[in-house]
């Protein structure tokens, strides 16, 4: 059975640091792309970033950019998103999902975790 479980999140403080991890089992994970997008109280879900099956092709919204790092380890069917310089812009719930073709858009998504909150607040 497909499975996506995502960790790591948690209440910081602005200016902190999270690292969410993304646990993929029942499929190949080799060959997927995975996403990672957030969805905060009365906004639509939106893309932060996703890597493609290989890891070489990355992409991040502008509003994460230098501040967010995605990265996969394959043997370990795990994805990670590294998130510094939190702000509290960045309290969302966030979701790992897995596709076919490495895409900002949800649309492009089959495969979705239950979700993470992370809360950057003082």
């Known amino acids: 059975q497909l499975q996506l479980v995502e960790s790591g999140g948690g209440l910081v403080q602005p200016g902190g640091s999270l690292r969410l991890s993304c646990a993929a089992s029942?499929?190949?994970?080799?060959?997927?792309?995975i996403g990672w997008f957030r969805q905060a109280p009365g906004k639509e879900r939106e893309g932060v970033s996703c890597i493609s099956s290989g890891g070489r092709i990355t992409d991040y919204s502008d509003s994460v950019k230098g501040r967010f790092t995605i990265s996969r380890d394959n043997a370990k069917n795990t994805v990670y998103l590294e998130m510094n310089s939190l702000k509290p812009e960045d309290t969302a719930v966030y979701y790992c999902?897995?596709?076919?073709?490495?895409?900002?858009?949800?649309?492009?998504?089959?495969?979705w975790g239950q979700g993470t909150q992370v809360t950057v607040s003082s």
């Open positions: 029942g499929f190949s994970f080799a060959y997927y792309a």
């Open positions: 999902a897995a596709s076919r073709i490495a895409s900002m858009s949800p649309k492009s998504y089959d495969y």
